[in-house]
Each structure stands twice: as C-alpha cells, then as structure tokens.
C-alpha cells in the first residue's frame, strides 16, 4: 500500500521536485560554468593561493543564505502544489475512496516531499562549496595538499548552516501545505505562503545572525562591482579566519529548537485539516 | 438489518437546502432506485453515503455505521460510482486499476480481468482521454473489484447515448443485480430505475416525496377516467384525491385510492369510470411536477 502511494506521489510530484533541484542546484552550475570560461569572471580567483584561499571560498557560503531566504519561494511553491492540484481537479477523492487514512496519505506526502526539500538543501549547500572549490583548484595556484583542510572546514560551516537551511524550507514546506490545506482557492493558498515566506525572512534576519563575528574582531566588508572595465567582479575586505568560519551557521539553540517544533505542529495541522477535510 | 440507513437528514450549502429531512432505509441486497429530476439533490444524498460530504443536520449510515466522519476501512465493504470525474486524468486505466489493487487486499483478480475485458477497457489509455462511456466503465470496475456489500451509482448512464445507456444497464443487471448485493442507483431516467431497482424513491427539491416499490408507487397515483360528465362536487369528493384534470373526453382524476374512488363515483351513478394504471413515469411527473398539498 505504501509504495502504492509513494509511486503515485513520484508521478504526480516528480516535475516539481525536478524543479525544485533545478531552482537551488542549477544556479551554481551555470555561475561555476561561466567562471570557468570567463576570465573576467575568473579573475578573483586568479590571484589565489592556498595562503589566501579563505578570501573568496566563503563566498561559496551565500548558497546556504540564499536557500533561507530568497530560495524559500521554491519551497513555498512545492509545498503548496504538493497538495493543491489533488484539491482542484478533486483526484482527492479518488485516494479517499481507498481504504487508507487520509492522515497516512497525508503524512507520506509530507514526508516525501520534506525528504525531497531536505536533499536538494544539503546537496546544493555541497555543491555550491565543492564547486568554488574545484574552481580554484583549477587556477593550479590553489593545491589539494595545500587547502584541503580549509575546504574541509568550509564544507563542515556549510553542512552546519544546512541544518538551519533545511528546517527553515521544510517550515515553508509544510506552513504553505497547511496553507493549501486551509485556503479555498490556490491563489489564496499561495497569497499565505507569500505571507508565511515573508514572515519566516523577517524573524530570521532579526534573530539570527548568519556570519556572527566575533565581538572584538575586524569588521569586513562585500563589495560587488559589476562592468567590463573591472575585472574584480567581487571584493572582500579581508579573509575570514578559521574560527569565525566555524560560528558560520552556528546559531543557538533555542531558534533551531524553535523551528523544529514549528514544522512539527504545521504537520501535524495538516494532517488534521486533512482527516477533517469535507470533499466537495 | 438496514444496510442504508438516513434519520432526517440534511444539508445545507449556503442558503440552498440541497437534501432536507430525507429518512430511508434500504434493506440488505436491496436494489434502491432515487428518481428525480435534475437538481433534485440525488447527487448531493449519495455524497452523503459515501461519506464525501458532512451532513449538516440528521445522521447518514452504512452498514450500521456513521457515513460521517469517513472511515477508510469502510471502503473494504463500499463502492462508489460518481457523476463527476475525479480519478487522477494522468493515469492509464491500468496504472489505475493496479493502484487501487495495491490499496485493496479484497481485490479480485479474475474479475476485473473478465470486466475489463467485458467492457473493453483500453488499459494503456489515459483516464483524461477517456470518453464518458469507458470512464463509467472504469468506475464500475473499481467500484466492483473488491466484492462490497453496498454500491452507491450516482447516474452511471447519464450522458450516454441510448444503446449505449442499454447495454451499461444490461451490464450492471449481470454484474450487481443477481448477486444480492445492497445497491443505491439514482438516475433522472425513469426507465433505468424501473428496469433495476425494487424500491424506488422519489426526489424533488431535496426531499423524498415519494418512497415504495414500482408497483406500489404506481397504485398510488392511479387514474380514474370518467367518460360521462360527472357533477363538480362528486369529483372534488373522490376519496384519495390528489388531482383532477378536465380534458375534452371527460374528467381525469388521479387518486391514491383507485378502488374507493371507483366505489364512490359509482355510488353516484357513474358508471363510465374505468382505473388506468399510469406508468412509473407518469406518477414520477405527478410527483415531481404536481405534488399534493
């Protein structure tokens, strides 16, 4: 029965998830193809050695940003087609013809999609590090021997800030589950995820610090300058050192404590709507 | 025992009454037959059987269980077919049919094959390309598969043409009608319901109006043709009166008591008054379009 439901889950979801993977993944490999083949592009990397190697990998850290924030519209969008397309064209009550509880149905959907949610963040939170990595290799000023260590603790800060990046998407996910659940028509369900997603933003860049320097530490700065007639596309003020790279993601407790227990209630909610829910 | 059960049930969309106050109770290995026209609230009484819809007032059950709230383990011993379309458009009939097997450990085999089979169910078509008639089709095999004790149909020939309206119907009377299973069949088509069901009931403005078996239902509007004139209060007086119609041949009074009437009107020297037995059709408009007050 289960694979049943995870086979037609696949069929109906496999388009959107694609897209999903796409929207997080595919953004680093066009970027990484284009540094690749483009001087001008190349040139911050250019100058780099193992020495100096910490100045621009970091930059490889905006991928996990970019997935808390601005990437939690594609999330929001899985979450709310995960559910609506069966409430509209009404395939809905086809499942609740089965004899399979409608908070089963609902749990696999939400743990498949979740579980989809959750690879593409820590799969392109990799990427995205091993990616600038492989590209600074490239240059041959950068050497394996030379800077696995620091990429080695690049990916361990991206590893640490895809946990946050992940409940916060599956917080989305589910809320705008919930969302589809709730609202009458799609365009209402979306207008909620919008909110839940602009919400979610807000709270997390007042509570939660994404680079926390430490308090007696040099400030740094990001510049970017875009034209043919400056090859340094992206300046950094300074190198990060080692341990400010390891405070990178590591938030308290409380907030990821927070998030969880926050996703967990909006499955649950779901869920519920759903058993509840009268078919018309 | 009742295998379909409702105690004054109702439902209310908005402020449209869909079904108001209907009671019934439909014996196990009853054919049950709901006539009405259009709007009715047939649709509406069978979505409430089926458990889709929450009654607003009264109590639906099947099996001798609530309808409402839905019970997944009930689909083990329930079928459904339903007017509107709502299996998945991306699946084959055959993807169809093997997920439904997966959820059904009742699921018999050989005679979904021998349905299919029989229908000509094209298993690699996409259930969006489906026409109405193979999409009835597949609705029944899915609502037949697994052997259950009740089948609600909710208009299954609506929107065919005649000869194919017949043989659904021929089918359905080989595959559900001798084997005693408790089924509630609505149709606005009156020969359906008369060459299936063993009670009929009938519905208009969300109400039942009318509940009984063909025959019955049939002696309840019978028509009393007066060929001679016959004086104005005698008519008004005919026991069991429900209409009285004036034609260019005489009087026509429609009575739910055909032999008191006949013994009235003769009593008053009426001897040219004859009992025509109307057809379900007949006493359906009756009811329908002239119901007593």
């Known amino acids: 029965?289960?694979?049943?439901?995870?086979?037609?889950?696949?069929?109906?979801?496999?388009?959107?998830?694609?897209?999903?993977?796409?929207?997080?993944?595919?953004?680093?490999?066009?970027?990484?193809?284009?540094?690749?083949?483009?001087?001008?592009?190349?040139?911050?990397?250019?100058?780099?050695?193992?020495?100096?190697?910490?100045?621009?990998?970091?930059?490889?850290?905006?991928?996990?940003?970019?997935?808390s924030t601005v990437y939690l519209l594609a999330a929001g969008y899985l979450g709310v087609t995960t559910f609506r397309p069966e409430i509209e064209d009404r395939s809905l009550l086809f499942v609740s013809e089965q004899p399979v509880s409608r908070r089963r149905y609902v749990a696999i959907k939400l743990l498949f999609g979740g579980l989809q949610v959750t690879l593409a963040v820590w799969f392109a939170t990799v990427l995205a590090v091993s990616g600038a990595y492989a590209l600074m290799l490239a240059s041959h000023r950068v050497t394996l021997a030379g800077s696995s260590g620091i990429f080695r603790a690049m990916l361990a800060a991206g590893l640490q800030s895809a946990v946050w990046s992940s409940l916060v998407s599956l917080i989305v996910f589910t809320g705008s589950a919930l969302a589809a659940a709730l609202a009458p028509r799609w365009w209402m369900a979306a207008l909620g995820s919008i909110a839940l997603i602009v919400g979610t933003v807000l709270i997390e860049l007042n509570y939660v610090d994404f680079i926390p320097l430490p308090a007696n530490s040099e400030p740094m700065s990001f510049s970017m300058n875009f034209g043919s007639n400056n090859p340094q596309w992206v300046t950094l003020s300074r190198p990060l050192h080692l341990d400010e790279l390891a405070s990178f993601g590591q938030w308290h407790a409380w907030p990821q404590l927070a998030a969880l227990l926050l996703m967990v209630v909006f499955a649950v909610l779901v869920t519920q709507v759903y058993a509840r829910k009268e078919l018309t | 025992m009742n295998a379909v059960e409702t105690d004054r049930l109702t439902r209310i969309f908005g402020r449209v009454c869909a079904v108001h106050s209907v009671t019934l109770q439909v014996p196990e290995g009853a054919v049950f037959g709901l006539l009405g026209a259009n709007g009715a609230g047939k649709s509406t009484l069978l979505r409430l059987l089926a458990g889709h819809l929450k009654p607003t007032s009264g109590i639906a059950s099947i099996l001798g269980r609530p309808a409402y709230p839905p019970v997944p383990a009930r689909w083990l011993r329930l079928g459904y077919v339903s007017q509107s379309r709502y299996l998945p458009a991306w699946m084959t009939i055959g993807q169809c049919l093997d997920f439904a097997r997966a959820m059904r450990p009742r699921w018999d085999v050989g005679k979904v094959e021998r349905l299919s089979r029989r229908f000509e169910l094209p298993l690699d078509a996409r259930i969006r390309d489906l026409s109405r008639g193979h999409y009835v089709r597949l609705q029944i095999v899915l609502a037949l598969a697994h052997n259950p004790e009740v089948i609600l149909l909710d208009e299954p020939t609506s929107g065919l043409d005649p000869?194919?309206?017949?043989?659904?119907?021929?089918?359905?009377?080989?595959?559900?009608?001798?084997?005693?299973?408790?089924?509630?069949?609505?149709?606005?088509?009156?020969?359906?319901?008369?060459?299936?069901?063993?009670?009929?009931?009938?519905?208009?403005?969300?109400?039942?109006?009318?509940?009984?078996?063909?025959?019955?239902?049939?002696?309840?509007?019978?028509?009393?043709?007066?060929?001679?004139?016959?004086?104005?209060?005698?008519?008004?007086?005919?026991?069991?009166?429900?209409?009285?119609?004036?034609?260019?041949?005489?009087?026509?009074?429609?009575?739910?008591?055909?032999?008191?009437?006949?013994?009235?009107?003769?009593?008053?020297?009426?001897?040219?008054?004859?009992?025509?037995?109307?057809?379900?059709?007949?006493?359906?408009?009756?009811?329908?379009?002239?119901?007593?007050?």
């Not at chain 1, 680093?28 to 020495?51: C, E, K, N, Q």
């Not at chain 2, 209060?233 to 008591?257: F, H, I, K, Q, S």
């Not at chain 2, 020297?269 to 006493?283: F, I």
């Open chain 2, 163 to 293: 000869a194919a309206r017949r043989e659904l119907l021929s089918m359905l009377i080989d595959e559900i009608g001798l084997r005693g299973r408790t089924v509630v069949l609505s149709s606005q088509l009156v020969e359906d319901i008369e060459r299936m069901a063993d009670v009929v009931a009938i519905m208009d403005g969300g109400s039942l109006v009318a509940t009984g078996a063909p025959d019955a239902l049939k002696g309840s509007r019978s028509r009393i043709e007066c060929a001679s004139p016959v004086a104005e209060a005698d008519l008004c007086a005919v026991p069991g009166l429900v209409e009285l119609r004036r034609g260019p041949d005489g009087a026509v009074a429609v009575t739910n008591e055909p032999d008191g009437a006949i013994q009235f009107l003769r009593a008053r020297g009426v001897e040219a008054a004859t009992v025509v037995a109307p057809s379900l059709e007949e006493v359906f408009f009756d009811y329908v379009n002239r119901r007593p007050q």
């Open chain 1, 1 to 67: 029965m289960i694979r049943a439901l995870l086979w037609k889950e696949w069929h109906e979801m496999r388009a959107r998830y694609l897209l999903y993977w796409l929207a997080l993944n595919a953004p680093i490999v066009v970027v990484s193809i284009w540094m690749a083949f483009s001087t001008t592009a190349r040139a911050p990397f250019a100058g780099l050695s193992d020495a100096t190697i910490l100045k621009y990998l970091p930059v490889a850290l905006l991928e996990p940003f970019l997935i």
